[in-house]
C-alpha cells in the first residue's frame, strides 16, 4: 500500500508560472507528480547512505524518484 501525505507549500510566484506552463504542455504529469519527482531527486542528491538508516531512506527516495518518472498514464 503506498500512502501519500498533503503538504501545503508557499512558492515563489515566478516558480509556479514555470511550473503551470510545464503543466500546460505535459498532460501526463500533474503537480502531485512533478513534486514528488523533484523533493525525491533533493533528497537523493542532498543524502547520504552512510549508515543502515539512511542506506534505508534513501533506498526508499530512489524508489519514489524512478516510480514517479517512469508512472504511465493510465
Known amino acids: 500500500m503506498n500512502a501519500t501525505v498533503s503538504i501545503l507549500a ?5 516558480l509556479h ?3 503551470q506552463g510545464y503543466l500546460e504542455t ?3 504529469w500533474d503537480q ?3 513534486f514528488s519527482a523533484a523533493l525525491s531527486l533533493f533528497l537523493l ?4 547512505s552512510e549508515n543502515p ?3 534505508l531512506s534513501y533506498r526508499r527516495a530512489a524508489r519514489v ?6 508512472k504511465h498514464a493510465v
Do not use: K
Request: net charge negative; charged share 30%; hydrophobic share 25%.
Open 32 to 34: 502531485d507528480r512533478v
Open 26 to 28: 505535459h498532460p501526463d
Open 45 to 48: 542528491q542532498n543524502g547520504t
Open 10 to 14: 508557499e512558492i515563489p510566484e515566478e
Open 65 to 70: 524518484y524512478l516510480d514517479t518518472l517512469f
Open 53 to 55: 538508516n539512511s542506506a
Open 17 to 19: 508560472e514555470s511550473l
